[in-house]
T-cell receptor
Framework: EPEVTQTPSHQVTQMGQEVILRCVPISNHLYFYWYRQILGQKVEFLVSFYNNEISEKSEIFDDQFSVERPDGSNFTLKIRSTKLEDSAMYFC?????????FGPGTRLLVL | GQQLNQSPQSMFIQEGEDVSMNCTSSSIFNTWLWYKQDPGEGPVLLIALYKAGELTSNGRLTAQFGITRKDSFLNISASIPSDVGIYFCAGQLWGEKLTFGTGTRLTIIP
């Protein structure tokens, strides 16, 4: 069964460093999303991406964040200069318009 | 933004008991979804509902899309140990972001 994959599974970084989180969506899906979940809290929407451009973003997704689909398979989230409060699980999801399927997440820890 | 109120926040039940949880929203959704999340993992889709009034089952799970399009419930019958986890409802307008509920943590007492 096709699934969304994410790498790395864990990332530890120093405050102020750049991180890139990678996702491989399900191959025939056209809609891609990033969500994050701070420990013990609900899943929060960051950004949606369709047709090689951002279709919607939340107030969390400020100028420090960017997304890219550099080739036909990868979908990346970049945090330019990490802050302590960026520590969270980051989930990628892809959709065929009807249903979103989530990857296993990347646990980001900013020290 | 849209808010989903999910209840109860947590449940402590004995194996074999039935479970019921629900979500309500201040605004309508086109789609309601129920996900389960195990510690350190991503949400796994349990049931998706696409039409108001729809009642859908997946094994021991049953979920309904409220007729007003502002609410949904999930029932789990005859709970087993592997049902332990956090259950999230999520609402969606067509093709757009998911708005998640606050989650229901299910614990099964041996």
């Amino acid at each position: 069964e096709p699934e969304v994959t994410q790498t790395p599974s864990h990332q530890v970084t120093q405050m102020g460093q750049e991180v890139i989180l990678r996702c491989v969506p399900i191959s025939n899906h056209l809609y891609f999303y990033w969500y994050r979940q701070i420990l013990g809290q609900k899943v929060e929407f960051l950004v949606s991406f369709y047709n090689n451009e951002i279709s919607e973003k939340s107030e969390i997704f400020d100028d420090q964040f960017s997304v890219e689909r550099p080739d036909g398979s990868n979908f990346t989230l970049k945090i330019r200069s990490t802050k302590l409060e960026d520590s969270a699980m980051y989930f990628c999801a892809s959709s065929d318009l009807e249903t979103q399927y989530f990857g296993p997440g990347t646990r980001l820890l900013v020290l | 933004g849209q808010q989903l109120n999910q209840s109860p926040q947590s449940m402590f039940i004995q194996e074999g008991e039935d479970v019921s949880m629900n979500c309500t929203s201040s605004s309508i959704f086109n789609t309601w979804l129920w996900y389960k999340q195990d510690p350190g993992e991503g949400p796994v889709l349990l049931i998706a509902l696409y039409k108001a009034g729809e009642l859908t089952s997946n094994g021991r799970l049953t979920a309904q899309f409220g007729i007003t399009r502002k609410d949904s419930f999930l029932n789990i019958s005859a709970s087993i140990p592997s049902d332990v986890g956090i259950y999230f409802c999520a609402g969606q307008l067509w093709g757009e972001k998911l708005t998640f509920g606050t989650g229901t943590r299910l614990t099964i007492i041996p």
